[in-house]
């Protein structure tokens, strides 16, 4: 997605795998390399991983509303951070992750 007014660019990425992290490197089409990009990420360690119930308290809620999970309460992570293309970026496990590149033009 570009957000000409911004002047920022967002890439989505989305890694199904629940064993493998992938390393990832971009280059645009006009063949130039942004130096950084600022990385926002959630991954967890299993298909049914939740942090509880997400929905508002006036919904109507049954205990077997929730998924069966064996992972951890608050086994989500949620990350921000930055990532210097000129290293690979690891994508972990399981994960969905957007990248913000900002542009000249």
């Given at each position: 997605t570009r957000d000409v007014q911004k002047k920022k660019v967002f890439v989505n990425i989305v890694n199904?795998?629940?064993?493998t992290q992938y390393p990832l490197d971009?280059?645009?089409?006009?063949g130039k390399k942004p130096t950084s990009a600022t990385v926002y990420s959630i991954s967890a360690k299993e298909l049914t991983a939740h942090n509880g119930?997400?929905?508002?308290?006036e919904w109507p809620y049954k205990?077997?509303?929730e998924p069966y999970t064996t992972a951890a309460k608050?086994?989500?992570r949620i990350e921000k951070g930055v990532w210097s293309?000129?290293?690979p970026l690891m994508i972990a496990p399981f994960s969905v992750m957007t990248l913000e590149f900002e542009v000249n033009n």
């Open positions: 199904r795998s629940l064993t971009l280059t645009f089409l006009n119930r997400d929905i508002p308290p205990p077997s509303f608050d086994s989500i293309t000129s290293q």
